[in-house]
């Protein structure tokens, strides 16, 4: 057997083989060349002193040998003439209930609003270039959701809601590097993360299941308080008597829907604010204690940082921190501005960006009250077109440098930033309410005391950061993972509530498709 060790090494150490052997065989006191392989389990970065270190768990093959293992999938069935399960959405949470639905011996139909990973950069880019917004494919919209082209991170705080470890093993299985095992952050990166949700796509197909794109749907039929099937643009209609809804936080029609048929949904708090992009060798010399100009050194990963305060008995954090990033264009249609972050694998563009938002709660929305359920996802509404009317009805974005935003200054010009579409200067206070803007000018003042050089007029803020989590919750039950009121229908993942990034999303996905196949059994 293996021997499992914790070390702690210079960067210079984890990142080279032939210096990590030498100082193990240090450590046990035996000869360098008696020591086979060594396999790195986990990797962390400890930056809390100068001196930064590496923290591994490794496992040495000492006079033993190593035998390389893949990843592999699991044994998926031939699903093609079973019983059929509708999944709406082809985010994590669709796509992975999907391969657990095979796994059981169900056949799902997945049903995606948006396009395929290929023809969905088109939209993307018209967004960019053209200010164009198409209502079912963007950033948001489209084959692996929102995570497909804003960023991969794999990183979940929430051990609690399943098996994380297989999650990301599928992933690797799908043709994710095997780094992502071993990693404490896990990133896949938007540059790499298309393939592999192709990959999935075409596992799905391969064994009988379907993923119809271009296929919105429109109204989810219902008798008797139990699901028969969905109707879609076309007026088609597909039939079914389970149905796993994950659309996304972002499917507002989808909400609309279910509180126009009076099937039960309740607001949600979530969190609101601007994405910040600073030089990622600030936030290096920050988070590195390194110098500004000479840089991190080539054994370190651009660094990421995280950051929560209490201002006014409100939180205010970090969200979403994409080191070596840009900032992306996500409205999800005409008449609003919205923004989100992403990295590619290597993370090596200049800049760092982060949401920095505000946590908000139900009395929030009292302003619209009239609209129920809604009043959280109106709430947001309101913000994202505010910001597109403010910063000429295009999709620039209101832009303002950090200091002259917590001093009320609007900034004399702003220098480009990583955001295509380019900016408007704005004063951001404008934006928001007022306690939405208060809490941000202090909090931005307090992080400057936390992280000397974060608060910075190099730093520019993007507004609005708007789409951290679903407005709106759709209960279930917790044992059967139905909705409470209507059988059959399981809500799930993060448009539902019940998630909050890729991984917990793709656990949830399994989750709801568990119950589903033993409901059909």
């Known amino acids: 057997m293996p021997r499992e060790l914790q070390l702690q090494v210079a960067p210079e150490v984890a990142a080279q083989q032939p210096l990590l052997v030498d100082h193990i065989a240090k450590l046990m006191q035996v000869k360098p060349e008696e020591i086979r392989h060594v396999a790195i389990i986990k990797r962390s970065i400890d930056a809390r002193q100068k001196a930064i270190k590496i923290n591994l768990k490794v496992a040495v093959y000492w006079n033993e040998d190593y035998t390389e293992t893949t990843t592999k999938l699991p044994d998926y069935k031939d699903v093609s003439g079973k019983q059929e399960v509708i999944i709406i959405g082809a985010g994590p949470a669709g796509l992975f209930a999907a391969l657990q639905l095979i796994e059981l011996g169900v056949k799902p139909i997945v049903l995606e609003r948006g396009k395929d990973v290929q023809e969905r950069r088109r939209d993307l880019k018209a967004i960019n270039r053209d200010h164009t917004v198409s209502e079912d494919s963007n950033y948001c919209y489209g084959e692996g959701g929102a995570g497909t082209y804003s960023d991969g991170k794999l990183y979940t705080r929430s051990k609690k809601r399943g098996d994380v470890d297989r999650i990301l093993e599928l992933f690797v299985g799908f043709g994710a590097s095997e780094e992502i095992l071993v990693e404490a952050h896990p990133h896949i990166g938007t540059n790499k993360l298309p393939k592999i949700i192709k990959s999935i796509r075409e596992k799905i197909i391969e064994f009988g299941g379907k993923v119809l794109f271009d296929t919105r749907v429109t109204d989810i039929l219902v008798k008797n308080n139990e699901v028969e099937g969905v109707v879609t643009q076309n007026d088609d209609v597909i039939k079914a008597s389970k149905i796993i809804l994950a659309t996304g936080h972002s499917a507002r029609d989808i909400f609309e829907l279910l509180d126009r048929k009076q099937i039960f949904i309740e607001a949600k708090p979530f969190a609101l604010g601007v994405r910040a992009e600073h030089p990622q060798s600030l936030i290096d010399s920050i988070q590195y204690s390194c110098d500004y100009n000479t840089g991190r050194g080539e054994f370190l990963p651009p660094a990421p940082y995280s950051i929560v305060k209490q201002v006014n008995g409100r939180g205010m954090y970090s969200f979403c921190m994409c080191p070596g990033g840009v900032i992306a264009p996500c409205a999800t249609s005409p008449g609003e501005v919205v923004t989100n ?181």
């Open 341 to 521: 972050g992403w990295s590619p694998s290597k993370r090596d563009q200049e800049t760092a960006n982060s949401g920095i938002v505000v946590e908000l709660k139900l009395e929030d929305f009292a302003p619209f009250t009239k609209y129920g359920a809604l009043a959280g996802m109106e709430f947001q509404k309101a913000i994202e077109q505010k910001a597109w009317h403010l910063a000429g009805e295009t999709q620039r974005v209101p832009a303002q440098r950090m200091i002259d935003f917590t001093q009320s200054k609007v900034s004399a010009e702003i220098p480009k930033t990583s955001y295509v579409p380019s900016t408007t200067s704005v004063e951001l206070g404008q934006v928001f309410p007022g306690f939405i803007t208060q809490v941000l000018r202090q909090g931005f003042v307090d992080f400057g005391k936390s992280m000397r050089g974060y608060l910075t007029n190099e730093a520019i803020l993007h507004a609005p950061e708007s789409r951290t989590s679903s407005p709106v919750r759709i209960p279930r039950d917790n044992y059967s993972l139905e909705h409470l009121q209507i059988k059959g229908l399981y809500p799930c993942g993060e448009g539902a509530g019940y998630a909050g990034g890729i991984i917990s999303a793709a656990i949830d996905g399994e989750k709801c498709a568990i119950k589903c196949a033993e409901s059909l059994s």
